[in-house]
């Protein structure tokens, strides 16, 4: 920020809820006086044309009645406002008003007056053009090298160019390959129009040039023109700046050289008339306007550049020379000599600021006030400095800037899930088959303490479970008030979801002293769905491929005691078996033994398994709590089924693998398609008749490829996201599993679930595979390694698809072996060495050494199959139930 401010010489206000820009500012003698005095020249987009000429008593006197001019509503909006010869017959200074549809040119005189009123101005109309297209703004100059007058460049919305010769219109022309219009300007050195295109590239069109070029106004060739009178307009030169420009401007301070500046909207460049860059330099801030004003040494060139953070930047060259503030954001500036004063800088804000001022050294008189001074105690700094550590360490323990009892007091979230099915199901474009497909209620309710904006609720649910609405929003919330909505959950696929868990948040703002318009905050309250949602009872199954056998520390529960919606009157005296029928037609079944402690889930899928199991858990939890046990624990003793979990694996990657051939060859044949409809289209608009050479016949067979392709992409999609969510389903009955095995805490198994389980939607980009991959291995360099070798190891940056996936499936064998001889999962490296621990049985020693996987690859087919025995083994500690809805 400057030290100084920009001496206020003279400024007013224009109007009320007026709009200015860059076009509606200029200094001129506009009334030909002769005495050199210029004159302030405002117009604006309500049509006021204002005409000032300041003479302030004192410097920094407000505008008086007499130094306006001229006042006059021109009822059109004005754009831009220039003075310049453009009356024929004479060399006298007139005034071009340019609307969107119409040039104006004024003549502006003043009449001696007899009273002290002053004098009296007035402007006539000369002549006006009524313009055919809407007009962006325009420049003037001695085009083509004629002498004591000015013609007009005016330059349209669509980018046509319409030169007019004083009263008379010229001729029309349009850029090529014109989208938006850019800044305009003559060069009058060069005789040619230098203009930014949207391409983002400066280009500069000679005035002969687009004289003899073919006239826009004529959309048909005439036979004079197919003789070669008409010429393509071609442009002499362009630069590429690679930004859009917000004003260009050409000066000559001498005879033998001119400079094109170009203000961009992070650079202002200094280019010379052939294009070439003469310097650039890149800006601090965002600027608004710019203007090159003189050249106080040889070869050099001041700029006056007005930016957004209210400063005018005085660059000599490509060096600062002076920064002074302004009490407004300029969106034009000029210098001019007023009353005798020369170099009045004239700035003019976009809501009517309008400023004379002048650079001095006027520094700001504050002085920062005396601070007291005390004596330091020394052991009130200490006890001081003590309760603050404490109260940073308290917020790193709860990790959150407010405490959460405050958080919850401003919002809280209450989900209720009925208990029974919707009497009329809502379920719709279902795709399980003949299944009646239930749907059930769900009730969020918000209560507020505070009030509260902007409360925007979310409901997540794990597709293919679908919700009939899953947004609300809330504009307002007042104080102690309560908000209930309602919603069904069903399931739309023919196959199961990973989880049954859903997740309602809430994002809303509570206005504070500091900020009115709110602070941000979150909230979630998570719910379980019921089983039978999904589920339906079925028969149980003797035989099955997959089979799990989970022991407990308690007597066996009775089935009907824990799945109460799932037996019928006549399994009563069967309560040691019970069947499990999905919606998507896959069957589970639940064993109680009856002499030991053990319960079996056998299924045909093996990612079937985990619903059922995880529910029993759950529920034997939920039992053994109502009846007042709290050393209820389970285990897994069995041998870990990876061999199953790796065919899903192989399955998965298998898809991504064929997706990715089947994009390539649709990519190719969408090129195919794309060029045999460019050679059709050349041979269409070839006026000799020519045969097609079955190119129509190729046409319509790559069409049908491509279309055929397209389906079998889709298709490929749909397999993947089914195998995914299988995938994630047999994903966390492989934690749940080695939770139970090793025994692991919940903070080990929500390591296992940040590794196993870390994207919710897989893509080609970034898929299951590598990133599992990663993270394993990074478990295995740090908090699981062998030695601090390991560790050192620094892994790829880059996640690419895998080649195949026997690396990832080494790596997972390789972090059961090593949870089997004691490691342990932490987030902190110290705890890389493993403690001794005996290994449970069905685990067989996973070689560590290149050498010996050599020797053991034969025999990597047995290792964690044997799934079909049963072991017993020590309880396994308490896991927290999740809270829900049970049937």
């Not at 010429?231 to 033998?256: H, M, P, Y």
């Not at 006056?304 to 002074?324: P, R, S």
């Not at 005396?370 to 009130?380: G, I, T």
């Not at 050393?631 to 693998?657: K, N, T």
Request: glycine share 6%; aromatic share 8%; net charge negative.
């Amino acid at each position: 920020m400057s030290l100084f401010k920009a001496r206020d010489w003279w400024s007013t206000v224009l109007g009320e809820k007026e709009e200015f820009d860059q076009g509606c500012l200029c200094l001129a003698d506009v009334d030909n006086t002769g005495n050199g005095q210029d004159k302030i020249i405002v117009g604006s987009f309500m049509g006021y044309l204002r005409i000032f000429n300041p003479h302030p008593v004192k410097t920094g006197d407000g505008a008086q009645a007499e130094d306006l001019l001229l006042e006059v509503h021109l009822r059109d909006p004005i754009l831009q406002v220039e003075v310049g010869k453009f009356v024929s017959g004479t060399e006298m200074l007139h005034l071009a008003v340019l609307h969107s549809r119409k040039l104006c040119v004024y003549s502006v005189s003043g009449t001696l007056g007899n009273v002290e009123h002053g004098n009296q101005y007035q402007i006539k109309l000369m002549y006006e053009h009524n313009l055919q297209r809407t007009a962006c703004n325009m420049t003037y100059g001695s085009f083509g090298g004629v002498k004591g007058r000015d013609l007009i460049c005016i330059q349209s919305m669509d980018g046509m160019l319409m030169v007019f010769e004083q009263e008379s219109y010229a001729f029309g022309r349009f850029l090529p390959g014109s989208l938006l219009p850019g800044p305009l300007a003559y060069s009058s050195r060069t005789d040619s129009f230098i203009t930014v295109s949207s391409c983002r590239q400066v280009e500069s069109y000679k005035y002969q040039v687009l004289a003899f070029a073919t006239d826009a106004d004529k959309r048909q060739e005439t036979e004079q023109q197919k003789l070669g009178s008409g010429k393509r307009l071609v442009v002499d030169w362009t630069l590429n700046i690679g930004e859009q420009a917000l004003d260009i401007c050409i000066v000559s301070f001498n005879q033998s050289a001119s400079s094109v500046f170009v203000l961009g909207e992070r650079n202002f460049f200094c280019l010379k008339d052939n294009g070439q860059i003469r310097f650039m330099k890149k800006l601090d801030c965002s600027p608004s306007c710019f203007l090159p004003y003189c050249s106080v040494s040889e070869g050099t060139i001041n700029t006056l550049i007005g930016n957004h953070n209210n400063m005018l930047h005085i660059y000599q060259d490509v060096t600062l020379k002076w920064a002074t503030q302004l009490p407004h954001i300029p969106v034009a500036v000029r210098v001019g000599c007023l009353h005798d004063l020369k170099g009045v800088i004239v700035t003019l804000s976009d809501d009517g600021h309008l400023q004379c001022s002048y650079l001095g050294t006027d520094p700001s008189l504050f002085q920062a006030p005396k601070v007291e001074s005390r004596e330091l105690h020394y052991d009130e700094l200490d006890i001081e400095l003590k309760e603050l550590q404490k109260i940073i360490k308290d917020v790193n323990k709860s990790q959150g800037i407010w405490p959460m009892t405050e958080r919850e007091d401003d919002l809280k979230v209450s989900v209720m899930v009925s208990p029974n099915f919707d009497s009329v199901s809502q379920a719709t474009d279902v795709e399980v088959g003949t299944d009646l497909v239930p749907s059930v209620t769900v009730k969020v309710t918000l209560q507020n303490r505070l009030v509260l904006q902007k409360a925007k609720l979310s409901v997540y649910v794990q597709p293919p479970l679908l919700l009939t609405c899953d947004q609300f929003t809330f504009e307002f919330m007042a104080p102690e008030m309560s908000r209930t909505v309602a919603f069904s959950v069903y399931l739309k696929g023919s196959y199961t979801p990973p989880e049954l868990e859903g997740n309602a948040v809430v994002s809303y703002t509570r206005p504070s002293d500091r900020n009115p318009d709110g602070i941000p905050r979150v909230i979630q309250c998570k719910f379980r769905l019921p089983l039978k949602l999904i589920c339906l009872p079925g028969q149980p199954s003797k035989t099955a491929s997959h089979k799990l056998t989970i022991d407990t520390n308690k007597s066996p529960v009775s089935l009907l005691s824990l799945f109460p919606g799932f037996a019928s009157q006549s399994e009563d005296d069967q309560v040691n078996v019970m069947g499990f029928r999905f919606l998507g037609g896959s069957r589970v079944t639940l064993l109680a033994s009856k002499t030991s402690q053990r319960y079996r889930i056998q299924s045909e899928q093996f990612e079937d398994l985990w619903l059922i199991t995880n529910e029993l858990i759950i529920r034997l939890q939920e039992y053994f709590e109502k009846q007042g046990i709290k050393d209820f624990a389970c285990s897994f003793s069995g041998s870990m089924p990876l061999q199953e979990y790796f065919e899903l694996i192989d399955h998965h990657f298998e898809l991504r693998i064929n997706g990715e051939k089947l994009e390539e060859l649709l990519s190719e044949r969408a090129v195919q398609f794309r060029a045999i409809q460019r050679r059709l289209l050349t041979r269409f608009k070839d006026k000799t008749p020519a045969p097609l050479q079955h190119l129509d016949t190729l046409l319509d067979g790559t069409y049908k490829q491509v279309i055929a392709l397209a389906d079998a992409v889709e298709e490929n999609q749909d397999n993947l996201f089914q195998s995914f969510t299988k995938l994630r389903s047999a994903t966390h009955l492989v934690i749940l599993l080695i939770g139970l095995w090793q025994k692991l805490s919940p903070d080990q198994v929500a390591i296992l679930e940040a590794a196993f389980l870390p994207l919710q939607q897989d893509t080609q980009e970034l898929g299951w595979e590598e990133t599992v991959d990663a993270a394993i291995s990074h478990l295995l360099k740090t908090c699981l390694s062998k030695s601090s070798k390991e560790q050192a190891l620094n892994l790829s940056s880059q996640l690419n698809i895998p080649k195949d996936t026997s690396r990832l499936k080494k790596h997972i064998t390789l972090l059961c072996d090593r949870l089997a001889k004691g490691g342990r999962l932490c987030l902190s490296t110290d705890a890389a060495a493993p403690q001794t621990m005996v290994m449970p049985g069905g685990c067989t020693t996973i070689p560590e050494s290149d050498l010996e996987e050599r020797s053991i690859e034969q025999d990597s087919t047995e290792l964690f199959t044997n799934h079909k025995h049963l072991i017993v083994e020590t309880p396994m500690p308490e896991v927290s139930p999740l809270q829900g809805v049970s049937e």
